[in-house]
C-alpha cells in the first residue's frame, strides 16, 4: 500500500508517532513535519475519492482543463503531475462542503513552517500539545471522510498513540479550565471565553489560574502549563474575547454598523460588551458608575 497515496499518508503518520515517543526533542520536530505530511495527504485521498471518473483525478491536481467528452459534453480534467497546496485543499474541502478544524492544521502548519524555513523555538510540550490536536483531524479525515476504521486503516500501535496522545492534552487542557470552578465572572461571556485564552509567549492552550482556590475575578494570575510564563489577566481576556466574539464582530458590524465589542472607557482595552452593556474585565457600567466614583 505505500506505493499508494494514502499508503504514504499511513506511513508517514506512523513514522511522525513513533518520532513522538522517542523523548528526544529533534525528533519531536520529526514528529511534525510526518503527520503534517500525512494530514495533507489524507486530504488529498478524499479529493481522489470525490473525483469524477475519467478526470486523472482533477481535485488534487493543481492545473485543471476543460476538455470534451466522448459524448461532446465539457468536462474538466486535471493536468501535469503538480498537486493542490494546503490553501487549495481548504479551498476544494469548502467548495465541496466538506468540514474540518482548519485552525488545528493551521497551528501545525505555523510550527512545520518555523522549522522549514528558520528553526522553531517551541517547548517541546507545546510541540506535543500541537501533536495531540492532530488526533481529532486524523479521526474527522478517516472516519467522515474516508468511511474507514481507524484501527484498520492505521494500525493498532499508530491508532493507540494517537489516542493517548489526545487524552494526555484533554486532561492537562480540563485541569486548566477547572482551576477557574471557584470563579464567579462578572460577565457570562468572558466566562465562556475562558475555553479560548492562549498563551502570548508559545501560544499554548494551557492557561489556568495560579492560585486554583481564588475566587476573586480581578485577582486572577494566568500560568501557561507548557512553557511556564506569567501573564496578566487583562492581557490574555481581552485576547480570549476578540475571539470569542469574532463572529458577533462581524455579524453586527455587518447589520447595524456597530461592534459587538467596543473599546472600554474605563480601562481602555477592547473589552466593551454592548449585548451586557459593561467591560468584561474592568466592570464598567455607564449606567451604575459616575465620573465621581470611578
Known amino acids: 500500500m505505500t506505493d499508494s497515496l494514502i499508503g504514504n499518508a499511513i506511513l508517514s503518520i506512523s513514522m511522525g508517532v513513533k518520532d513522538l515517543h522517542s523523548g528526544q526533542y529533534a525528533r519531536s520536530l520529526s514528529a511534525i513535519r510526518n503527520i503534517y505530511a500525512g494530514i495533507l495527504l489524507l486530504c488529498k485521498e478524499v479529493l481522489v475519492r470525490h473525483s469524477p471518473k475519467n478526470s486523472n483525478d482533477v481535485l488534487i ?17 486535471g493536468k501535469g503531475r503538480k498537486t493542490v497546496n494546503r490553501t487549495q485543499i481548504q479551498e476544494r474541502f469548502e467548495s465541496l462542503g ?24 517551541k517547548p517541546e510540550p507545546l510541540l506535543r500539545e500541537a501533536l495531540s490536536g492532530t488526533f481529532v483531524l486524523v479521526h474527522r479525515l478517516v472516519v467522515d471522510h474516508l468511511n474507514e476504521l481507524p484501527i484498520a ?18 486532561k492537562e487542557h480540563a485541569r486548566c479550565i477547572s482551576s477557574f470552578g471557584s470563579v464567579s465572572f462578572g460577565s457570562p461571556i468572558l466566562e465562556q471565553a475562558i475555553e479560548q485564552l492562549s498563551c502570548p509567549s508559545c501560544g499554548s492552550s494551557l492557561i489556568m489560574q495560579l492560585d486554583e482556590g481564588n475566587a476573586d475575578e480581578y485577582s486572577i494570575e494566568l500560568l501557561c502549563s507548557s512553557c511556564g510564563a506569567i501573564h496578566e489577566r487583562e492581557t490574555i481576556f481581552e485576547a480570549a474575547l476578540i475571539n470569542e466574539k469574532y463572529h458577533e464582530y462581524y455579524l453586527s458590524y455587518n ?17 466593551y460588551i454592548v449585548e451586557e452593556n459593561k467591560c468584561a474585565l474592568c466592570g464598567y457600567n455607564p449606567v451604575d458608575i459616575t465620573d465621581e466614583n470611578w
Open 153 to 170: 486503516l492505521l494500525g493498532q500501535k499508530t491508532w493507540q498513540a494517537l489516542l493517548e496522545a489526545n487524552e494526555v492534552y484533554e
Open 255 to 271: 447589520d447595524t454598523g456597530d461592534w459587538a465589542l467596543e473599546p472600554c472607557p474605563g480601562c481602555r482595552r477592547q473589552s
Open 61 to 77: 491536481k493543481s492545473r485543471i482543463l476543460p476538455s470534451k467528452g466522448d459524448d461532446g459534453t465539457i468536462i474538466f480534467v
Open 98 to 121: 466538506l468540514s474540518l478544524d482548519w485552525n488545528r492544521l493551521n497551528r501545525i502548519s505555523e510550527i512545520r513552517n518555523e522549522i522549514e524555513h528558520f528553526y522553531s523555538k
